[in-house]
């Protein structure tokens, strides 16, 4: 629960602030209360595969096609905030050999952050990201904030900006380190945008049969 949980500063704790594009990337930073002046960056473009998820996901029902749905799944973006949150913090982890015992993770998708928080969702693709996050660290704290507070993490979304957002830091005396996206996190992802399909899948056999 929220009023029990570590406080920012607690050691090992890390605060991660994130957001997702539909149509660009995926970017936050991460901080650790232990290295004051000092933010992790991560803003990396959507691979192909995980954009196309995306798309089709965004198309209006009228457009969508269910047979290419069905082969091939989509990705809906409060999966793709949840995956954000989880990959920031997972970037630091693996880019610093710390493993957080806390996370507090700031975006602005409240189903996000309800998933999170409940570390339960009835959509197989969110569990997915959810049990990576939790093999992460087994403490998280989701909190949405308006978007209108979440401009840098928006900006690290849009990877084209991210000199930009280092060229702010700096000006401000905070050190960046810009990190990657592990591999095992797209991995995930992607298992995850099968497993939407495979749901889609054998709920179109199942209305076959009945009809």
Known sequence: PERHFPARDTPGAITVVTDASGVDGVGGYA?????????????????ADVQAALDRSARPQAERSQAA??????????????????AVAQAH???????????????DCDPAAAAINAA???RPQMRRLLRGARELCSQWLAVSIPRECNLDADRLSHPALLEEVRRDARARGVETHVVPI????????????????STRQTRTARKRKAS
């Open 31 to 47: 901080l650790d209360p232990a290295k004051p002046g000092e933010a992790w960056l991560v803003s990396a473009v959507w691979p």
């Open 182 to 197: 592990p591999p095992r996190c797209w991995a995930v992802l992607r298992a995850a945008i099968a497993a939407e399909a």
């Open 93 to 107: 982890a693996e880019s610093t050999g710390l493993i957080p015992t806390a996370i507090t993770a700031v975006g």
């Open 69 to 86: 749905d069905d082969a091939e799944g989509r990705l809906s973006m409060p999966a793709a905030e949840t995956f954000g949150q989880w």
């Open 120 to 122: 339960a969702s009835g």
